[in-house]
């Protein structure tokens, strides 16, 4: 099923990887095969190292809060480092992304930022988290999807920068399509979002008992230094995380299950 991936596909050639990227990816999951293998080839193909995919649900109903689903080809160590860091404050390929749907290439090398924003560059770095390439969109039901793809090279060349430029056409294709895939073949089916049973961060337990003593989201980020949205994304993942349908339950099952502690 791979043979016809190519790992790598020198500057100025044309990827031949999307042409059935749908079906090849569908086929794979309809198997029954993990898509880290595939997807791993893919990105390379387009000349990157890794790929991480995010969706946060946007459910309406007054009784369920947002559900968050995040899948990567990055190893579990990474996924931990950064959930225990809450590296989603300050992880520049999301800050820099919130309201914009234009691709976002960035350069470790460029970036300027706080000593929080240059540890994670230098975290990110030891699993070849140095540049890459950002999509950022929304669909009807969901309140935001991000892909990203990264790349082990920083400072990136004049010569990769102008390739990557000739590829957006089919990062965004691939965003698209991995997007309607995970949808279909995960999201809908009720699959749990791989974080499901994680332990809550540090910074989650801390945004749950604020919680617990009534703050809204809004008090939360400003007594945290973060934003509103932020805030929320951790309850997201709290909610994820606990498997309850909202923050209401998330608390109740952190208290029972000795997770946080009111004052008395």
């Known amino acids: 099923m791979l043979a016809h991936l190519q790992p790598r596909v ?50 309406s109903r007054p ?3 947002s559900r968050g689903y995040v ?22 390929r999301l800050t820099e992304t919130w309201n914009r749907t234009t ?14 924003v240059r540890k994670f560059l230098a975290d990110a770095a030891q699993f ?37 430029v000739q590829r957006l056409g089919e990062i965004m294709l691939l965003a698209t399509v991995f997007h309607d895939l995970f949808m279909a073949h995960f999201v809908d089916r009720g699959i749990p979002p791989k974080q499901q049973g994680a332990p809550l961060s540090p910074r989650e337990k801390q945004c749950l008992l604020m919680a617990a003593n009534g703050l809204t989201s809004a008090e939360i980020g400003f007594k945290l230094g973060i934003s509103e949205r932020t805030a929320n994304f951790h309850f997201t993942n709290i909610i994820s995380k606990l498997d309850v349908l909202n923050r209401k339950e998330a608390i109740a099952r952190a208290i029972a299950g000795g997770l946080i502690r009111l004052e008395r």
């Open 71 to 92: 899948w990567t080809t990055l190893p579990p160590q990474w996924v931990a480092l950064y959930d225990r860091n809450a590296y989603v404050e300050i992880d520049p």
């Open 128 to 164: 070849d988290i140095r540049s890459g390439a950002v999509v950022s969109f929304r669909d009807v039901d969901h309140a935001r999807i991000i892909v990203a793809l990264n790349s082990r090279f920083s400072p990136v060349s004049a010569a990769r920068q102008t390739m990557v």
């Open 103 to 116: 691709p976002f290439i960035w350069d470790a090398a460029s970036i300027l930022g706080s000593s929080q």
């Open 63 to 65: 009784d369920h809060d």
């Open 10 to 59: 020198p500057s100025g050639h044309k990827s031949p990887l999307l042409g059935n990227i749908s079906a090849l990816l569908a086929s794979t999951v309809q198997a029954g095969e993990p898509l880290e293998q595939i997807m791993t080839s893919v990105v390379q193909g387009l000349g990157f190292d890794s790929f991480m995919y995010g969706m946060c649900t946007n459910d």
